[in-house]
């Protein structure tokens, strides 16, 4: 069985580029989860998704990033313009969606640093 | 809102030591409890999870017993090793939803 895939696993960027972070969930999951993780922070919710619709977006910084989940397969994240202080481990969880016991499972991240 | 405080790090061990890292927790209603962990390099795992008080989650090794009453679920181990290094999060779900609030995260390094 494939687990949650993200592409891509590194990105190195100049600030003000747009940056793209893909995700496929495990087949089957319909709640999507997209994560950040620095040492300053720990590890942030942005934003999540049940049956491709967001759901709460609130810890989304700013309008500099957007996601999407156009299908069931397939999830973006999106930073334009990316900034230095984006530079952080993105991570993509995907879960069955039932009543708050299931088990969320995480891809292995991409490490993105902004110049 | 919700909220998961568990104990900061690192954590440094001798192999064979007992591992206790504390986690307790602010939240209405009945939560479900989880601990993950995150080898270097790689995304979180779940270690285990308890969905009802008085539950015990059990892996590897390792436990916690999901105490109501006094909001915890502190997790232990009784002979750690060099493989148990990495960081552990405790973390709540809702039952009317499936959002994850982690912890902070705690650091466990175990020296041979």
């Known amino acids: 069985d494939a687990g949650v895939i993200q592409s891509p696993r590194h990105e190195v960027t100049e600030m003000g580029q747009e940056v793209t972070l893909r995700c496929k969930p495990i087949?089957?999951?319909?709640?999507l989860f997209w994560y950040r993780q620095t040492m300053m922070r720990g590890l942030e919710l942005l934003i999540y998704?049940?049956?491709?619709?967001?759901?709460?977006d609130s810890g989304m910084p700013e309008d500099r990033f957007s996601a999407k989940m156009p299908n069931a397969s397939f999830s973006t994240l999106k930073i334009q313009p990316s900034e230095p202080r984006d530079s952080a481990v993105y991570f993509c969880?995907?879960?069955?969606?039932?009543?708050?016991?299931?088990?969320?499972?995480f891809g292995p991240g991409t490490r993105l640093l902004v110049l | 809102g919700d909220s998961v405080t568990q104990m900061e790090g690192p954590v440094t061990l001798s192999e064979e030591a007992f591992l206790t890292i504390n986690c307790t927790y602010t939240?209405?209603?009945?939560?479900?409890l989880f601990w993950y962990v995150q080898y270097p390099g790689e995304g979180l795992q779940l270690l285990l999870k308890?969905?009802?008080?008085?539950d015990k989650g059990s892996n590897k090794g390792f436990e916690a017993t999901y105490r109501k009453e006094t909001t915890s679920f502190h997790l232990e181990k009784g002979s750690v090793q060099v493989s148990d290094s990495a960081v552990y999060f405790c973390a709540l779900t809702q039952a009317a939803g499936n959002k994850l609030t982690f912890g902070g995260g705690t650091r466990v390094l175990v020296k041979p």
């Open positions: 998704f049940n049956n491709n619709v967001p759901i709460d």
């Open positions: 939240a209405t209603g009945y939560p479900s």
């Open positions: 308890a969905t009802k008080a008085d």
């Open positions: 969880a995907s879960s069955p969606l039932a009543g708050g016991r299931e088990t969320q499972y």
């Open positions: 087949s089957g999951h319909n709640s």
